[in-house]
């Protein structure tokens, strides 16, 4: 499954309108949570660290932290946010990439 598509199912579904609703739901639903890391986005939000330019949400190796952040030709460009929480960290980095927005059409 797409991971725009979905989005917008769990959007209207649940009427989330905010980033918090959308952690707040994923910290409820580790079934989700799995489904929204293994959609498809395009090669724009990732969930494992790869060379591909995009959003990474990626966990340390005990995953006790999350870091988000943006990278391009392989390199960090703007730093990046850590958190304790998965389910705050993917919804930061599906917010920060701008999927969420309805508008927002990646390139193929």
């Not at 340390?60 to 988000?68: G, L, R, S």
């Not at 946010?81 to 993917?90: K, Y």
Request: net charge negative; aromatic share 12%.
């Amino acid at each position: 499954m797409m991971l725009k598509n979905l989005l917008e199912t769990l959007k209207n579904l649940h009427h989330i309108n905010s980033q918090d609703e959308f952690a707040a739901l994923l910290a409820r639903d580790n079934k989700l949570m799995q489904q929204v890391k293994t959609a498809d986005s395009k090669h724009w939000v990732h969930f494992t660290k790869q060379t591909f330019d995009g959003w990474y949400c990626v966990p340390t190796p005990q995953q006790t932290t999350f870091h988000v952040y943006y990278q391009e030709r392989g390199q960090n460009c703007w730093g990046e946010d850590v958190f304790s929480d998965q389910s705050e960290a993917i919804a930061a980095a599906i917010f920060m990439s701008g999927l969420w927005d309805s508008e927002y059409n990646p390139v193929p």
